[in-house]
């Protein structure tokens, strides 16, 4: 078993890089990787634990990005896995200065909730998470402050691309954010290719094919928002474009209730081993 997507408590999740690597010991699984959003600290700190308990760590980000859409832009989630000796300094020096940008949304954040009469202070998020501050804090707050009952309800009330008090962040749009991966030494990835939201299937294979000209080099097919359509639309859709397949869960602990690490929800992901296998023999092949 091996789960190539997850979250420590340096971005949005919550569990430590120590408490991860002990649940994926205690699973049995071969291979975990950690794809924290916009930082690489919680990999950095797993990374001698899993080397003392002989699971094989890959080192991963999650990068919100932007890509024209019709007449607007969507956001895409992007995966960046660096299977070969880890990021460049100068991909960790970009990836810092998202890290800037997040915080300036969020105090922006503060300010709508506060416009939409939630009363809400930067610092009480900030102490929610450590180095990064996203939405799913925000979430927690408002829980804990009897805004709301559920992480859901937070999104959809309040948080959500469609929630009034959203406010937009400054995101790399994609080619941009495909090029600086690929300079870092890293094979960029699709995540979750079913939250682009697109109804028909032909313009979410057109979508994708335009991405793969623009040097993607691979769709996550496997992971728990897919369902067994889903999955196997995503692993022939990669198939036919020649692209990298891979797959996790997304484990994000307490902040994304009823998800297991290794099987995501109910079992409904499973990660073939040889994906990884391929995505360490191909990564350093240039497309
Ligand atoms: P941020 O990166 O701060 O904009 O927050 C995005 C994160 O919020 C995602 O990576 C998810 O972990 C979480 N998220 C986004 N939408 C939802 C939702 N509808 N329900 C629960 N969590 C969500
Ligand atoms: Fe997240
Ligand atoms: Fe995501
Ligand atoms: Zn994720």
């Known amino acids: 078993m091996i789960d190539l997507h997850s979250h420590t ?53 999650e990068l919100s990005t932007r890509a024209p859409f019709g007449r607007g832009q969507k956001t895409v989630h992007m995966l960046g896995y660096f299977l070969d000796g880890g990021p460049s300094d100068g991909f960790r020096a970009w990836v810092g200065r998202l890290l800037a940008s997040r915080r300036e949304r969020n105090i922006r954040l503060i300010r709508s909730l506060n416009e939409h009469g939630v009363e809400i202070s930067l610092g009480e998020v900030e102490a929610m998470g450590r180095s990064l501050t996203g939405r799913p804090h925000f979430a927690r707050v408002l829980m804990n402050k009897g805004y709301v009952k559920s992480t859901e309800e937070a999104f959809r009330r309040y948080l959500a691309e469609s929630a009034p008090s959203f406010v937009e962040r400054d995101s790399p749009v994609i080619e941009d954010a495909i090029r600086e991966v690929a300079a870092g030494g890293g094979v960029s990835v699709i995540a979750h290719p079913v939250r682009l939201g697109f109804r028909r299937h032909e313009e979410e294979e057109h979508f994708i094919a335009g991405l793969a000209e623009k040097g993607l080099r691979g769709i996550e097919v496997w992971h728990s928002d897919h369902n067994e359509a889903d999955t196997a639309r995503y692993l022939a859709l990669a198939n036919k474009l020649g692209l990298l397949k891979t797959g996790g869960t997304d484990f994000h602990g307490g902040n994304k209730p009823g998800l297991k690490l290794g099987t995501g929800r109910d079992g409904n992901v499973s990660v073939p081993r040889v994906v990884l296998d391929e995505l360490r023999e191909r990564a350093a092949v240039v497309r």
């Open 9 to 61: 408590n340096e971005s949005d999740g919550t569990f430590t890089p120590a408490e991860l690597v002990d649940e994926a010991c205690a699973i049995g699984l071969e291979a975990l990787g950690i794809t924290d959003h916009d930082i690489f600290a919680g990999f950095d700190q797993a990374l001698p634990l899993a080397r003392e308990r002989g699971l094989d760590l890959v080192c991963g980000i």
